[in-house]
């Protein structure tokens, strides 16, 4: 056994407007676990002054490509290490995207963090659209919520990520929940099976 505890991680997918963010922000009210999103982790490390990594971050988000999932890993390998959080238990919103980043996490990762569970966000492409252009118009600040970009963003999720959740669920490692109901219902429910497993300690 290792003096040094290993991070525990359960990684949150789903579609673009599915509450990825929204429930993350509830399962860290109720518990001692720390909420990690890789995009947002990105996003700051681009605009950090004397980053290694800022300006080729920059490049692909101009260019609309993936930032190579070293970089992604090392930075949340990065905040995961240095977190004051006593449980080390994470939740990882919007990672692995697709089969790239699932590589690239089992090659630099798993000697470093334990993959718990993966919480899917199960919602109608209808009513994942309906709340992006409703936080579009809300002024999210987010150039992509609008109805042209999702269509590209939902075939993206069914080509790309879909298979990593059937990687996952043929893991016994997926944990569904239907999104659609209000979001305090769907805390509810994820907060019932962290109880129920063990996993809802403060």
Not at 191 to 199: A, C
Request: hydrophobic share 35%.
């Amino acid at each position: 056994m290792s003096a040094i505890q290993k991070p525990e991680v359960i990684f949150v997918l789903g579609g673009p407007g599915a509450g990825k963010g929204t429930s993350c922000k509830d399962i860290v009210k109720k518990t001692g676990y720390v909420h990690l999103s890789a995009g947002d982790l990105l996003r700051e490390e681009q605009n950090k002054p004397g980053s290694e990594f800022g300006e080729l971050i920059k490049g692909h988000i101009v260019a609309g490509t993936i930032v190579p999932v070293e970089i992604t890993c090392s930075l949340l390998d990065r905040e995961m290490q240095n977190s004051p959080s006593p449980h080390k238990r994470f939740l990882i919103d919007g990672f692995p995207r697709n089969q790239d980043n699932l590589e690239g996490w089992t090659r630099n990762m798993t000697d470093k963090a334990i993959v718990k569970a993966v919480l899917y966000l199960e919602c109608s492409q209808e009513v994942c659209t309906q709340r992006c252009i409703n936080r579009g118009l809300k002024g999210s600040g987010r150039s992509d919520d609008n109805a042209e970009s999702l269509v590209k963003r939902h075939q993206t999720f069914i080509k790309d990520t879909m298979p990593i959740i059937k990687y996952y669920e043929e893991r016994g490692l997926l944990f569904k929940f239907n999104s659609m109901k209000p979001p305090n219902v769907v805390m509810e429910e994820i907060y019932e099976k962290f109880k129920e497993i063990g996993w809802a300690t403060d």
